[in-house]
């Protein structure tokens, strides 16, 4: 069936150092995403979202890639800050189909 | 902004114990949806609702039920609580046909059944 996934369940990083954090969908048809960020005790925040029709999308230090021809995408988080520590997930679907989600990587940023 | 609020952070209930999660957002959304949240597995669909009174399974219905009265307001109902629904509920609401498909999450109901 259709799956979305993270790579990694734990991502350790410097403060000030980039982030990167890899996501793999199943499904060709998937033609929008969106990666949110949930700190411990809250509900997921939308951080950023991209459509099928663009590889990349950059938002206040952030950017999505998106690569159609591995179904992949990835978040790039620049100059990581103790408040980026989280869980991330990312979210696929495809039209107005339900949206799959993939199980999160904790980013853990250290001084 | 929108705003997704659900009634309780958290919930201690005993077995055999009829719950109720409520789920309100002022975006006037049409569709809400309910998922639980355990650890690596992500986000699970339990029930959705594209209009009032209209609801969808998800992948995960049986246990659960839901009420959606108003346009605003979403319940999922735990008829008879169990030890394995144990877990994080959230909410979720968005807007048909908005230039953006983006699903808002409430802060989630912590529930515990003993």
């Known amino acids: 069936g259709e799956s979305v996934g993270l790579h990694l369940p734990t991502l350790s990083v410097q403060e000030g150092d980039n982030s990167i954090i890899n996501c793999a969908y199943s499904n060709s048809a998937s033609d929008y995403f969106i990666w949110y960020k949930q700190e411990s005790g809250k509900g997921p925040q939308f951080i950023i979202d991209?459509?099928?029709?663009?590889d990349k999308r950059q938002g206040q230090r952030v950017t999505v890639l998106l690569n159609k021809t591995v179904k992949h995408l990835s978040l790039q988080i620049a100059a990581t800050q103790p408040g980026d520590s989280a869980v991330y997930f990312c979210?696929?679907?495809?039209?107005?189909?339900?949206?799959?989600f993939g199980a999160g990587t904790q980013v853990v940023v250290t001084p | 902004d929108v705003k997704v609020t659900q009634s309780s952070r958290y919930l201690v209930k005993r077995t055999g114990e009829k719950v109720f999660l409520e789920c309100v957002q002022d975006?006037?959304?049409?569709?809400m949806f309910w998922y639980r949240q355990d650890p690596g597995l992500g986000l699970r669909l339990i029930y959705f609702s594209y209009d009032v009174k209209m609801k969808e399974k998800g992948d995960i219905p049986e246990g659960y039920s839901v009420s959606r009265e108003k346009k605003e307001r979403f319940s999922l109902i735990l008829e008879s609580a169990s030890t394995s629904q144990t877990s994080m509920y959230l909410c979720a609401s968005e807007s048909q046909g908005a230039s953006t498909d983006t699903q808002y999450f409430g802060p989630g109901t912590r529930l515990t059944v003993l």
């Open positions: 991209i459509r099928s029709n663009m």
């Open positions: 979210a696929g679907r495809a039209g107005w189909g339900k949206f799959q």
């Open positions: 975006m006037d959304h049409e569709n």
